[in-house]
């Protein structure tokens, strides 16, 4: 048995309660709810089916909120809440930092990192040059980080794999998705270059506004690649990739399916004792995301990437 703890939480990331539940196979929908996420538990209960991972388990906890905390840990129901973060390294056999605040990434990751422990960190892994070359450094050294949006791991652009070949060699990939570049934007990147195959970025450029994001992507071989994020519209995750022979739009909606996929790859990882996912694919797509800031913030100058 896996023995994992979870780090949490960050405003308004559910994912200490969701996928505390989705690996230990329980969880208690009213507590939930009145925690702020009643979409998390409806989709926990469309597929308690399916809830419970095999050979892994959550047992113990940390989140800066001691109130919130606890309320994760019987959503769930985790056994143990540790009242310092370094404290779960001497229990657990893995760990998963489910925040989204990549600023404090490397401060949290640290006393995992150092105690060779394995560790997946929540999209984005980092917003900063010096946080990617500390974690590129780790991994060099033989650290085990993992780290990607569960995107990767979506049924509708694994579908879309299949079926690329069909519309001929890709021009053009647009992508639209609300929020923020610095939070969402790895959601995009990541389930377009799964299906492209990880190809590598050469450029980017960032051509709108905070709140209105585009980012235009240039491929060493590839098709151009232009995302959309905008704060204020609604609708769920789209990608439309077009070809010379066809196209086709993938509307992603089965969060649950991506989560869940994504925990097993972890935990299949961890029982190796090797990242199954290249870290060289998680480095260009954060290469990719902190280049569109400095693009914004150099007046939408062009960044090559090296």
């Keep these: 048995m896996i023995k994992l703890g979870i780090i949490g939480m960050s405003e308004g990331n559910a994912h200490p309660y969701s996928w505390s539940a989705i690996i230990n196979g329980k969880f208690d929908s009213a507590e939930i709810s009145d ?6 538990a409806s989709y926990l209960a469309a597929n308690e089916d399916t809830l419970g991972i095999p050979d892994a388990a959550v047992t113990h906890l940390w989140c800066q909120d001691r109130e919130v905390a606890d309320s994760i840990a019987k959503s769930s129901g985790i ?39 394995p560790i997946f960190i929540d999209k984005p892994l980092a917003y900063s040059r010096e946080d990617l070359k500390w974690f590129s450094e780790q991994v060099d050294n033989g650290r085990f980080i993992m780290s990607c949006s569960s995107m990767r791991y979506a049924n509708e652009c694994r579908i879309l794999k299949q079926e690329l070949a069909g ?3 890709i021009e053009l990939v647009t992508a639209v998705g609300k929020k923020d570049w610095k939070k969402y934007g790895i959601h995009l990147l990541e389930a377009i270059f799964m299906v492209l195959g990880d190809p590598k970025p050469v450029s ?24 959309h994020l905008y704060n204020d519209i609604t609708g769920t995750f789209q990608l439309s990739f077009f070809g010379r022979q ?5 509307d992603i909606r089965n969060s649950y399916s991506m989560f869940r996929d994504n925990i097993i790859e972890f935990i299949r990882s961890v029982k190796e004792g090797r990242q199954r996912l290249d870290f060289k ?17 150099a007046n939408g100058a062009t960044i090559i990437l090296k």
Excluded at 35 to 40: F, I, K, T
């Design 35 to 40: 925690a702020g996420y009643p979409a998390v």
């Design 79 to 117: 056994a143990h809440v540790v009242d310092r973060l370094e404290d779960m390294a001497q229990y657990v056999d893995a760990v998963i930092l489910a925040r989204d605040d990549p600023e404090y990434h490397v401060q949290m990751a640290t006393p995992f990192v150092e105690a060779a422990i």
């Design 167 to 169: 519309l001929g060699p």
């Design 204 to 227: 980017v450029r960032h051509i709108g506004d905070l709140g209105k994001e585009i980012v235009s992507v240039r491929l060493a071989d590839g098709p151009d690649i232009t995302l």
């Design 246 to 250: 066809g196209w086709k739009l993938v």
């Design 281 to 297: 694919h998680t480095y260009r797509l954060m290469d990719v995301i902190i280049a569109a800031q400095e693009s914004r913030e």
